[in-house]
């Protein structure tokens, strides 16, 4: 038989597929990352029983889908965890193709070791849970020491928002800078920033004494004279800030700009930051939501949507995510 057969490849999108859910924690971040992927968020519900028990409900089949659930555990952290792993459940019982939880801020990453008797290292036992629920991939962002990491016995992207920091401060003046980290622990993060930026780095040795106070027993690196950056990884009740803030002044530093991931600003932070005329800036990304209630004076929030975007995307084309890790290195 003669005659010529024509073949017309059809170009497909590869995120025809993906399903962008959003629990009730932070829904403007979900839109920002669904926009990122010109995909919309997919309708959820999440009410609650006279008995306080929460009623969870994806809006639509996720039969073959793949399925990225975006909920940071933002207070009220266990309301928020608990609907996530609901909505993991949900994912993996309706029979989802791949089930990815993405978390921006994971708030239990601060319970990562036994450092007294007779208590949980919660931070392990969420992570069981998450992946117990259905949970086959994790995406995070700084989470608060490398060691939490592994406690995930599933794929797990550790992200950072190093990009984001460095491209804001690049467009300053840092002639007369240092990055400081408030303690030993956050220091290879500070450092980080430090060299992108091509500025010194100090270091503080922080003793902490409560969930609210801490004490700032030596800063090792010239600060006396300079602008100060301030790096944390995140920022609760803003004790540490406070006692930082004290000994950079009785160091003789200048102002200081204060540099977070996870800026919450819960207790009494709000009127701690706003009593402190040595702040001039603070500097934080959108990992949780900030009502107006807990936004200090001199708030610059950084959008960290396009970095889960990016992992999102790269997750369902199988291309690398290497440079966005955490501890990913720079040269």
């Not at 073949?7 to 990352?33: M, R």
């Not at 009785?250 to 009127?271: Q, R, S, Y």
Request: aromatic share 6%.
């Amino acid at each position: 038989m003669s005659g010529t057969t024509e073949t017309t490849e059809k170009t497909s999108n590869p995120l025809e597929n993906v399903l962008i859910f959003s629990g009730s924690a932070h829904k403007t971040l979900a839109v920002e990352i669904a926009t990122y992927l010109n995909l919309k968020v997919s309708p959820s519900t999440c009410d609650k029983f006279s008995n306080d028990n929460l009623d969870v409900r994806l809006g639509v089949s996720v039969r073959g889908k793949e399925v990225f659930i975006i909920q940071p555990l933002s207070p009220p952290a266990s309301d928020n965890l608990l609907e996530l792993i609901m909505m993991l459940d949900i994912a993996r019982t309706s029979g989802a193709k791949s089930i990815h939880a993405v978390i921006p801020y994971f708030s239990y990453a601060r319970s990562d070791k036994k450092d007294a008797p007779r208590i949980s290292v919660a931070g392990r036992l969420v992570a069981d849970l998450l992946v117990t629920a259905g949970a086959q991939h994790i995406i995070a962002m700084t989470l608060h020491s490398p060691q939490v990491h592994g406690f995930f016995n599933i794929h797990t992207d550790h992200l950072t928002a190093y990009s984001a920091f460095v491209n804001y401060f690049k467009t300053q003046d840092l002639s007369n800078c240092v990055v400081v980290s408030p303690d030993m622990g956050n220091a290879k993060r500070a450092a980080k920033l430090a060299r992108s930026l091509g500025v010194p780095l100090a270091v503080a040795e922080k003793l902490r004494l409560s969930d609210e106070k801490v004490a700032i027993t030596a800063i090792l690196g010239d600060v006396a004279g300079k602008r100060i950056l301030l790096v944390d990884d995140e920022i609760a009740t803003a004790g540490t800030i406070v006692e930082m803030t004290r000994a950079l002044k009785e160091k003789g530093a200048g102002a200081v700009t204060v540099v977070c991931t996870h800026g919450l600003f819960t207790g009494p932070a709000v009127d701690r930051l706003n009593n402190m005329p040595e702040l001039e800036e603070i500097v934080t990304t959108n990992t949780v939501p900030l009502p107006p209630e807990q936004r200090p004076n001199g708030i610059k929030q950084l959008s960290i949507a396009h970095i889960f975007g990016e992992v999102i995307k790269r997750t369902v084309t199988g291309d690398s995510v290497g440079e966005l890790f955490e501890f990913w290195p720079t040269s």
